[in-house]
């Protein structure tokens, strides 16, 4: 069984629609993550919560808004979805202990069109 | 302004090879770099990290050198396989992690 794992795999959307990327890990890890990889351009941090009550925004957090459920449950939501989302999007955890150095898990991936 | 940089988007090796990926930064405060492997429809995993504090770090047929004065590192891949085909991507950070756009690397038989 997988340890991350997100929700929907797929998903094809048109523009304006709300949207509810979910991720779910089952590693007890406190920290989770969402990213996108657009061609080209990497990984980009969107937002990322160290435990349950806390969250905080990342390099491109505008257009998007996320929610940590439970220890095990992080979110992602698009408002109101445009085409420049289109993207595939992660999950990821880590575990807390020497900040950053720790590595971290990732989902197998969300690929959202908005069209 | 890309904080780590792969300027190389893609490097093919013969199998039995040397593979060297490397990366630029620009951040001095980073404490920590990590490469992950990311294979088609998979997600990224793991696969070597530095700390800023060390100039290599090896474990198996990989090894990841520091050069902090230069602010670069390189990933060193020997001997070269087919499996190890796939995009590599180096990160940096502190308290978060920034992300190079990748390099595609193809292992020949």
């Known amino acids: 069984d997988a340890d991350v794992t997100q929700t929907p795999r797929n998903r094809i959307t048109k523009t304006g629609k709300r949207i509810m990327l979910e991720c779910s890990q089952t590693k007890g890890h406190d920290r989770m993550y969402w990213y996108r990889q657009d061609p080209g351009l990497g990984l980009r941090l969107i937002y990322y919560s160290f435990d349950v009550k806390d969250i905080n925004k990342g390099e491109i957090s505008d257009g998007y808004s996320v929610s940590r459920q439970a220890q095990a449950k992080f979110s992602l939501s698009l408002e109101s979805a445009i085409p420049n989302q289109t993207a595939l999007y992660f999950c990821a955890t880590s575990d807390l202990g020497a900040g950053w150095g720790n590595e971290q898990f990732f989902g197998p991936g969300t690929r959202l069109t908005v069209l | 302004d890309q904080q780590v940089k792969q300027n190389s988007p893609s490097l093919s090796v013969q199998e039995g090879r040397i593979s060297i990926l490397n990366c630029d930064y620009t951040n001095s405060m980073f404490d920590y770099f990590l490469w992950y492997k990311k294979y088609p429809a998979e997600g990224p995993t793991f696969l070597i990290s530095i700390s800023s504090i060390k100039d290599k770090n090896e474990d198996g047929r990989f090894t990841v050198f520091l050069n902090k004065s230069a602010k670069h590192l390189s990933l060193h891949i020997v001997p070269s396989q087919p499996g190890d085909s796939a995009v590599y991507f180096c990160?940096?950070?502190?308290?978060?992690?920034?992300f190079g756009k990748g390099t595609k690397l193809t292992v020949n038989p």
């Open positions: 990160s940096g950070g502190s308290e978060k992690l920034v």
